[in-house]
């Protein structure tokens, strides 16, 4: 077994959602699921088919991401996982909704971090098996951490 990082190409102030599903019908559903949540959500993505034709699979409302979903699905190369780029809208606003994807078996990262993948390659073939999502912790918040964050969710709305 063949260990490896795969860094996820991405411009800083996209989110993106890494995930794995089991069916290609699971490229259309994310798609619905997606352009549900709001009419201002901009995404591409794309599903890496593990057997047959073994295809990346694309969909998306916005051409730049759904290309650039798919580089980054071609770099992982690990089979059934996909990968969404968010703009105007958070993995937050969205998580939920891709989760009941009926295809959808487990979420690895939402974020807008750096990340990388840890992959995993056999004879068989690729496979996540986890992510790196930004940097480690410098400290522990203090009281008036506590206080800035409480304030920053009620000022952008997430709370009351």
């Known amino acids: 077994m063949e260990l490896t990082s795969v860094h996820i190409d991405k411009p800083d102030d996209l989110n993106v959602i890494i995930g794995q599903a089991h069916f290609i019908k699971a490229v259309e559903d994310l798609h619905e ?9 901009r995404f591409g993505l794309a ?10 699979r694309t969909s998306g409302n916005d051409d730049d991401l759904t290309e650039l979903a798919a580089k980054n699905a071609v770099a992982l190369g690990a089979g059934h996982s996909f990968i969404v780029f968010l703009r105007e809208g958070y993995p937050v606003n969205v998580l939920n909704a891709v989760q009941q994807v ?12 750096p990340v990388e993948v840890l992959i995993a390659e056999t004879e068989l073939g690729r496979g996540i098996l986890g992510v790196v999502d930004g940097g480690p912790p410098l400290g522990v918040e203090s009281p008036d951490d506590q206080r800035d964050r409480k304030q920053l969710l009620r000022q952008i709305g997430y709370k009351l």
């Open 33 to 41: 699921a997606l352009v549900g949540i709001s009419p201002h959500l």
């Open 47 to 56: 599903f890496c088919e593990a057997s047959g034709l073994r295809l990346v």
């Open 102 to 113: 009926p295809e959808v078996c487990g979420i690895y990262c939402a974020t807008a971090n």
